[in-house]
């Protein structure tokens, strides 16, 4: 025998035990088949499945049973008139998209044998009303269960450590959740637009709240944020209009950009001492906002910070903060005065534009901070700016101080 027909008699004999090369069809379920480790993943349909869908636990295939232990990416994406899924207790993995689309599916099983669900699997699946996710599971992935709009109750176990970004984006029916305690990070937009979202209880054990994690849920109305958590990302609260409290814990150090943006119905704050920290348009548009509490750890404020805050009456600079960033206190029209600490070397553009009720400024540095362009038009037309009594000329011949050099007078002697 000839080494050609040798190895084509040895493929011969390996191809039953070889993975099939494509997509094998067997009671109506499409599978990928690995016939030497007897495993069996579902796959797409390319006509799309219909209707209620039990998968069995195994499948036979020319004479090996296989188990049926995933189901694969995309399998049923696009499914838009699959009705019912059964899952069997062989599965152990739900693929990326594996779901993905499947807008009249109102219900689904996940046993407990399964440990990973793979980003998106349930997205879009409009028409879903109820899941629960067995303990099995330890990661709820990015964007699992995004805009499942008709989602109102997910039970996530104690077993779930962290829920990924996105994972309950668009859910705008959720009205409640309890995050468990074993839960120690919540990713960037996971309940983004939940807008029916009246209560969320965050657990000890969480240390971290990502960018945009309840960007838009205008439904909530008080959040408590337990110790355990340090930093704020960027947007965390943004749009939270109905938002009417919020405990910010002393063990954070950072507050992120626009964290509160747009929080409208926001009326007090306090900032605990260990934040040295405040980003970029944190409370931007806070309409309701009326006392702010900021301790002298803060050393940084952001641009835009209080943008708009017109309900706020009085506010106090920290010792610690060197610079007043561009249009921090813009539009505060309801500030009627404002104490500027000795430290600070700059006032950015726009800092107090528009703030119509501020007739008294105090600045205690003695050398006139670095002043950019248009930092208190918009002010009332009795407004006075009192500076030492030994550099009152100073600040009248400043770059940007002489604009207002009518207003500029000695501090007052006690």
């Known amino acids: 025998m000839t080494m050609k027909k040798l190895l084509f008699l040895i493929l011969m004999l390996l191809l039953p035990l070889a993975a099939s090369a494509d997509a094998v069809e067997i009671d109506g379920i499409y599978y990928n088949l690995i016939l030497k480790g007897k495993v069996a993943e579902v796959t797409s349909n390319p006509n799309k499945y219909t209707g209620e869908i039990v998968i069995p636990e195994t499948v036979t295939y020319d004479g090996v049973t296989c188990n049926v232990t995933s189901i694969g990416r995309n399998a049923f994406g696009s499914c838009s008139l699959l009705t019912k899924i059964t899952i069997p207790y062989s599965v152990t993995n739900i693929g990326i998209s594996a779901f993905y689309g499947c807008t009249v599916l109102t219900s689904v099983t996940i046993p407990n044998s399964v440990t990973i669900i793979g980003e998106s699997a349930f997205a879009n699946c409009s028409s879903l009303t109820s899941v629960i996710i067995p303990n099995s599971v330890t990661i709820i992935g990015e964007s699992v269960f995004a805009n499942c709009s008709n989602l109102t109750s997910v039970t996530i176990p104690n077993s779930v450590t962290s829920i990924g970004g996105g994972a309950f984006k668009g859910c705008s029916g959720l009205m409640s959740v309890t995050v468990p305690n ?17 209560s969320i209880i965050i657990p000890n054990s969480v240390t971290s709240i ?4 309840f960007y838009g849920c205008s439904g909530l109305t008080s959040v408590s944020i337990p110790n355990s958590v340090t930093s704020l990302g960027n947007s965390a609260f943004s749009g939270c209009s109905g938002l009417i409290s919020i405990i910010i814990p002393n063990s954070m150090t950072s507050i992120g950009s626009s964290a509160f943006l747009e929080c409208s119905g926001l009326t007090s ?55 007043i960033n ?74 940007g101080w002489s604009t207002y050099a009518s207003y500029i007078e000695a501090i007052p002697s006690a």
Request: glycine share 12%; hydrophobic share 35%; net charge neutral.
């Open 210 to 213: 990502g960018n945009s994690a």
């Open 326 to 399: 561009e249009g921090t206190f813009k539009g505060c029209s309801g500030l009627t005065s404002i104490d500027i600490p000795n430290g600070v070397t700059s006032i950015d553009n726009y800092a107090f534009y528009g703030c119509s009720g501020l007739t008294s400024v105090t600045v205690e540095a003695m050398t006139p901070p670095t002043l950019g362009s248009d930092v208190f038009n918009g002010n009332a037309s009795g407004r006075k700016i009192y500076v030492p009594n030994a550099s009152v000329d100073t600040y009248k011949a400043a770059s």
């Open 182 to 198: 074993s839960v120690i990070s919540i990713g960037k937009s996971a309940f983004s637009g939940c807008s029916g979202l009246v």
């Open 269 to 323: 704050v306090a900032i605990p001492n260990s934040v040295t920290s405040i980003g970029n348009n944190v409370f931007r548009n806070c309409f309701g906002l009326m006392s702010v509490a900021i301790p002298n750890s803060v050393t940084s404020i952001g641009n835009d910070a209080f943008q708009n805050c017109y309900r706020l009456t009085s506010i106090t600079i920290p010792d610690g903060v060197t610079i």
